[in-house]
Each structure stands twice: as structure tokens, then as C-alpha cells.
């Protein structure tokens, strides 16, 4: 019931965060709520028990690209747009092509998922079957992280290398480091100068 009751509300979330990703006229704004939407997608993908899927949306779109947009956006100075006539006038044309998406979804989705029967007794055959290769012992995250720690532990430490520099990279090179050097006056030099190096005007 809970989990009925989470998966309706990260539902609701992610629609709404999707319409105010269009809706908003601040772009900071709309990548906030894009961000919004990535996260609520994962929680839908957590509770349907793709873990994987789910940390993989949180930390590529989330941690990298949102992240990325929302600090070019603060970057560039976007002023904020205003919604105009000349900008409404998409919007018939892309309610149509949300009702012909609908429509295309509801008809796929129950000719591809067959509704279990309870009075199915195919299983019950006469037959040797190994229950224990049945039993999910590892879930996703648990498989992945085995063998990432232990086949491809190098190629993982290069990869956190190669991410580690790219984000040193960018930091170095936009650092802006004045090259002039402060002027000085030295009194010793301008008191020791001699008669034919003084200029005359």
C-alpha cells in the first residue's frame, strides 16, 4: 500500500515537474524542475527495483548534465522570457501529438503485458527443475559493485582518474591569473643614477 501510495506521488511530481520545465519563463528555474523530474524518475525506478537505472539517472543527468545547464544558464545571464502570442500558437499542435502519444501508449501497453492467470498449472510438470538458480540472491547494485571491484578495478580507478581531471581541467582554465606585475619604486635605484643615464627634456 505504501509503495502504491509513493509511486502515485513521485508520479504526480514528475508530471507536474515536466509541465513547469515549459511552463516557467525563468530558465534557472526550468532546470531546477528539470532536475526535479530526473530525481522523481529515479524514485519511480527505485521502486520498481531498477536500482541501477535509477542511481545511473541520478548521477549522470542529475550530477552532470542539470548540474552543467543550470550553471551555464547562470553563466550566459538569460534574461527571463516572456510567454507571447507568436509562442502560443504551438500549442494546439503539440497537445495533438500528446493525444496521438497517449493514444499509442494505451494501445500497446495492454497487448504487450499479459494478465497473470491464478488457475495456470502449465509449471506443473513432471520435470527436474533446479529451484536454487531460480532464487535472486544479488540484486543489481550488489552484482555490479562485485564486479567492478574486482575484474575491473583498473579500468574503474582510469575512468575516476580521467573524470577527475576533466573536472580539474575546466576549474584551472578559468581562473583568471593577472600577469602584470605590480610596479615598485626603488628609491636606492633612482638616488644612485648617474650623470649619463639621466634624460633630459
Known amino acids: 500500500m505504501a509503495v502504491n501510495l509513493?509511486?502515485?506521488?513521485?508520479?504526480?511530481?514528475?508530471?507536474?515537474?515536466?509541465?513547469?520545465?515549459i511552463l516557467s519563463q525563468n530558465s534557472i528555474y526550468s532546470v531546477l524542475f528539470l532536475v526535479l523530474s530526473f530525481v522523481s524518475s529515479s524514485s519511480i525506478l527505485f521502486?520498481?527495483?531498477?536500482?541501477?537505472?535509477?542511481?545511473?539517472?541520478?548521477?549522470?543527468?542529475?550530477?552532470?548534465?542539470?548540474?552543467?545547464?543550470?550553471?551555464?544558464?547562470?553563466?550566459?545571464?538569460?534574461?527571463?522570457i516572456h510567454l507571447t502570442k507568436d509562442s502560443l500558437k504551438y500549442f494546439p499542435f503539440g497537445s495533438f501529438l500528446g493525444i496521438v502519444f497517449l493514444i499509442e501508449i494505451l494501445v500497446a501497453v495492454?497487448?504487450?503485458?499479459?494478465?497473470?492467470?491464478?488457475?495456470?498449472?502449465?509449471?506443473?510438470?513432471?520435470?527436474?527443475?533446479?529451484w536454487l538458480s531460480k532464487l535472486d540472491y544479488l540484486t543489481e547494485i550488489v552484482s555490479i559493485g562485485h564486479l567492478l571491484y574486482t575484474d575491473y578495478v583498473i579500468?574503474?580507478?582510469?575512468?575516476?582518474?580521467?573524470?577527475?581531471?576533466?573536472?580539474?581541467?575546466?576549474?584551472?582554465?578559468?581562473?583568471?591569473?593577472?600577469?602584470?606585475?605590480?610596479?615598485?619604486?626603488?628609491?636606492?635605484?633612482?638616488?644612485?643614477?648617474?650623470?649619463?643615464?639621466?634624460?633630459?627634456i
Not at 509513493?6 to 520545465?21: E, G, N, R, T
Not at 575512468?159 to 575546466?170: K, R
Request: net charge neutral.
Open 6 to 21: 509513493l509511486f502515485y506521488f513521485f508520479s504526480c511530481v514528475l508530471l507536474a515537474s515536466s509541465l513547469m520545465i
Open 155 to 200: 579500468q574503474f580507478l582510469l575512468s575516476g582518474n580521467i573524470l577527475l581531471l576533466a573536472t580539474i581541467g575546466p576549474v584551472t582554465l578559468v581562473l583568471v591569473r593577472s600577469i602584470e606585475t605590480p610596479k615598485k619604486q626603488v628609491t636606492f635605484r633612482q638616488l644612485s643614477r648617474t650623470y649619463g643615464s639621466v634624460l633630459f
Open 110 to 130: 495492454p497487448n504487450t503485458f499479459e494478465s497473470s492467470n491464478p488457475y495456470n498449472t502449465s509449471f506443473l510438470l513432471n520435470h527436474h527443475l533446479n
Open 47 to 80: 521502486l520498481l527495483e531498477c536500482e541501477y537505472i535509477s542511481l545511473m539517472f541520478i548521477i549522470i543527468y542529475v550530477g552532470a548534465i542539470a548540474v552543467l545547464f543550470l550553471f551555464v544558464v547562470m553563466m550566459l545571464d538569460i534574461k527571463t
